[in-house]
């Protein structure tokens, strides 16, 4: 894409605005970090712009304090921006399954509280953390995922983040970023710490 141009221009009888102005599904996966750090900074341009954001954050503990989420509800909350609102239904890490029954009604009832949402137009941008586990397990269908966001009203933009994407979300997203690990400090016995993790 030089310049900014695109390599092609569909035939899809679509003005450059009305093409421009599509929602976007975005899929961020892979092993590497920075999947769901990449989807809370399209979330500041979200707010930036004035755009109500919702942020439902799937499996990752809902006792666990994030940067992220302060800073946003912070901004939210100043009046300058868009509205954000932050919902938790997890009880702990992505990669350690925890009471699996909770966890799978949790993401079930969450993934219900969005397509409720996307009907509503609740939000104009979602974040949706760590949801391909939910689908990856078979907690949540994901031809039912993508047919809900492939039929979602108005301009509502959708960012899912995690490991193990299906080939079906793959195949619906208009944009899809795989995050690859080249060097991690956990290789060599480095733990997460403050200010970088969280």
Same mark, same amino acid.
């Given at each position: 894409?030089?310049?900014?141009?695109?390599?092609?221009?569909?035939? #899809?009888?679509?003005?450059?605005?009305? !093409?421009?102005?599509?929602?976007?599904?975005?899929? $961020?996966?892979?092993?590497?970090?920075?999947?769901?750090?990449?989807? @809370?900074?399209?979330?500041?341009?979200?707010?930036?712009?004035?755009?109500?954001?919702?942020? @439902?954050?799937?499996?990752?503990?809902?006792?666990? *304090?994030?940067?992220?989420? *302060?800073?946003? !509800?912070?901004?939210?909350?100043?009046? /300058?921006?868009?509205?954000?609102?932050? $919902?938790?239904?997890?009880?702990?890490?992505?990669?350690?399954?925890?009471?699996?029954?909770?966890? /799978?009604?949790?993401?079930?009832?969450?993934?219900?509280?969005?397509? *409720?949402?996307?009907?509503?137009?609740?939000?104009?941008?979602?974040?949706? #953390?760590? @949801?391909?586990?939910?689908? $990856?397990?078979?907690?949540?269908?994901?031809?039912?995922?993508?047919?809900?966001?492939?039929? *979602?009203?108005?301009?509502?933009?959708?960012?899912?983040?995690?490991?193990?994407?299906?080939?079906?979300?793959?195949?619906?997203? #208009?944009?899809?970023?795989?995050?690859?690990?080249?060097? $991690?400090?956990? #290789?060599?016995?480095?733990?997460?710490?403050?200010?970088?993790?969280?």
């Amino acid at each position: 894409m030089p310049k900014g141009q695109p390599a092609t221009v569909p035939d #899809d009888g679509l003005t450059t605005r009305q !093409r421009r102005n599509r929602p976007l599904l975005a899929v $961020h996966t892979g092993t590497g970090k920075g999947k769901s750090t990449a989807a @809370f900074g399209l979330a500041l341009r979200a707010w930036n712009q004035g755009w109500p954001v919702g942020v @439902f954050q799937f499996v990752k503990s809902a006792k666990w *304090r994030v940067g992220e989420e *302060r800073a946003l !509800r912070v901004l939210g909350a100043s009046g /300058e921006g868009g509205t954000v609102v932050w $919902h938790k239904m997890g009880e702990g890490w992505s990669w350690v399954q925890r009471s699996p029954a909770t966890s /799978e009604e949790a993401a079930r009832e969450g993934w219900a509280q969005v397509r *409720r949402d996307l009907e509503a137009e609740t939000y104009r941008f979602y974040v949706l #953390d760590e @949801f391909t586990y939910p689908m $990856h397990w078979g907690w949540v269908d994901t031809g039912e995922v993508v047919a809900a966001l492939r039929s *979602r009203p108005g301009t509502q933009h959708v960012v899912i983040t995690g490991r193990n994407a299906p080939p079906g979300l793959i195949e619906a997203a #208009d944009l899809v970023t795989e995050m690859g690990k080249v060097k $991690h400090p956990m #290789d060599s016995g480095q733990k997460g710490q403050r200010g970088i993790e969280w």
